[in-house]
């Protein structure tokens, strides 16, 4: 049984990411690779680096560790603020962390002291995204709680926008990092190495040069894995957007009224679904469902496939435009977004297929 299955081309991931951290280096900006899209497959880890990133960077220390476990040495950043519960995996695996609150600070401060290790922090500071981060009159107190730490450097500030609320990066909100990093400079009495601008929505800026001079990291996942950047609503033109597919087998196909028969309650899920008369339709139906995938993140490959919805395990399609035969134990092939890639490396009941080529 090899569907539902995830297919990833490692080159297309090393060239995406050498293409990204060329256009960054001439700026002076390093390129983390972010590999929780992904769940830290290693593989695709391993490409990122073999497209000159600069570290590896993900929100759960179980893809760290996984990705520990598997050999991989280089730089590794936590992007989560962490969990109390898991100061002693950061002072263990991770080299770099993102921070928002004193008492982690010193937790974490203590966790080293015990491992006998040391950890960088990059201080999170809230742009306007309302996420994670300090209020910019904030430095005075986080600068005070790395002051009394023995074990922990404060490596730089950062920020992340465009992930809760949407937040776009603009020039007035990185420059205001970058003068909130020099303010942490004041107080600490040592040079910052990094302010880290962002994520794949702080790449236009970079395009068009008006990145402001200070920023000097960016954490990027989806430009590299997938070529897009939803944010701004674009595919990167630049970046392939051919890396990753989703693909599942036919097991049903069956034209049938496009309107339900009979009263109509809820869907599996809790919605009301709404349809439009357009008659008998050819359907097919894939086994793959909401158990497996985000429905509403893929885009079918071949003309004349449209989803019409999705159950736990059921993604029911119209091919009525479709030109081929399509029957049971035909594959479906799709392009997904970064929420159905994450979704679909996380399932149990996904296969992932390595393409190196
Ligand atoms: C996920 C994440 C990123 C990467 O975002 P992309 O949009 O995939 O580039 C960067 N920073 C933080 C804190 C994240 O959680």
């Known amino acids: 049984m090899r569907y539902p299955e995830i297919s990833i081309r490692t080159k297309v991931i090393a060239e995406n990411a050498g293409k ?3 256009l960054c280096s001439a700026r002076g900006i390093n390129v983390w690779g972010v590999t929780k899209g992904v769940s830290a497959n290693p593989s695709v880890a391993g490409a990122m680096l073999d497209g000159g990133c600069a570290g590896l960077a993900d929100s759960r220390m179980d893809n760290i560790r996984k990705m520990r476990l598997f050999g991989i040495r280089e730089p590794m950043m936590l992007l989560r603020i962490p969990m109390p519960g898991e100061m002693k995996q950061v002072a263990a695996m991770a080299d770099v962390c993102l921070m928002s ?16 290790t040391k950890v960088g922090v990059i201080i999170m500071v809230d ?5 994670e981060g300090i209020w910019p009159d904030g430095v005075a107190v986080m600068a005070e709680a790395v002051s009394k730490c023995r074990r922990i450097r404060c490596l730089g500030a950062g920020s992340n926008l465009g992930c809760l609320s949407g937040v776009l990066p603009t020039v007035t ?4 990092l970058v003068s909130i990093a020099r ?5 600490l009495g040592y040079p910052l190495e990094v302010v880290s601008g962002g994520a794949t929505s702080s790449l236009p800026l970079v395009e068009d040069a008006s990145m402001p001079p200070g920023v000097s990291q960016l954490r990027i996942g989806e430009a590299i894995l997938l070529g897009t950047d939803v944010s ?4 990167i033109p630049y970046l392939s957007q051919d890396a990753i597919r989703i693909s599942a087998e036919v097991v049903e196909v069956r034209s049938k009224p496009s309107l339900p028969i009979g009263e109509t309650g809820s869907d599996a899920f809790g919605n009301k679904p709404v349809f439009e008369n357009r008659g008998i339709r050819r359907r097919a139906i894939l086994a793959i469902g909401r158990q497996d995938i985000r429905p509403e993140g893929l885009a079918p490959i071949d003309k004349g496939i449209s989803i019409i919805g999705a159950s736990s395990d059921h993604l029911t399609l119209d091919v009525e435009e479709f030109d081929g035969s399509i029957r049971p134990g ?19 009941y996904v296969r992932t297929r390595i393409i190196e080529s």
């Not at 909100?173 to 205001?176: A, K």
């Open 330 to 348: 035909d594959v479906v092939s799709f392009s997904p977004d970064y929420g159905a890639t994450l979704a679909a490396t996380t399932s149990a």
């Open 173 to 176: 909100n990185l420059s205001l």
């Open 127 to 131: 742009l306007g995204d309302l996420r």
């Open 101 to 116: 609150m004193p008492e982690s600070i010193s937790m974490l401060d203590k966790a080293c002291e015990d491992a006998g």
């Open 20 to 22: 990204v951290v060329s």
């Open 183 to 187: 303010e942490f400079e004041t107080f």
């Open 232 to 235: 701004g609503g674009r595919a």
